[in-house]
């Protein structure tokens, strides 16, 4: 029943900005982590930000300094500020998120459909 949707992808020349969006929704009772991955053509998916529930963030050194990750508890939603970006940032992007939809249920990792991100030279 739980559903992730990301939105907010699309065109733009390097050193341009996007911001993407995640909504969760469904039966939810509970979400842990949330994050976003990316994956390009022909390469394996990729963590590029992660914020625990209570506001730990982590990402890989290859965004950092140029990617933000928040969320917003109440709308269970995440989102993915991007700047100064770069034509190897090109690929799609996912949301992932742990969610428990039961108090008596361990979390499960949920995946969003994607959004494209290109990046042009």
């Known amino acids: 029943q739980v559903q992730l949707v990301e939105s907010g992808g699309g065109l733009v020349q390097a050193g341009g900005s996007l911001r993407l969006s995640c909504a969760a929704s469904?039966?939810?009772?509970?979400?842990?982590?949330m994050a976003w991955y990316r994956q390009a053509p022909g390469k394996q998916r990729e963590l590029v930000a992660v914020?625990?529930?209570?506001?730990?963030?982590n990402y890989p050194d290859s965004v950092k300094g140029r990617f933000t990750i928040s969320r917003d508890n109440a709308k269970n939603m995440v989102y993915l500020q991007m700047i100064s970006l770069k034509p190897e940032d090109t690929g799609v992007y996912y949301c992932?998120?742990?969610?428990?939809?039961?108090?008596?249920?361990?979390?499960?990792?949920?995946w969003g459909q994607g959004t494209q991100v290109t990046v042009s030279s």
């Open positions: 992932n998120a742990g969610i428990r939809t039961h108090w008596a249920n361990a979390p499960h990792d949920y």
């Open positions: 469904g039966s939810i009772f509970s979400i842990n982590v």
């Open positions: 914020i625990s529930s209570g506001g730990r963030i």
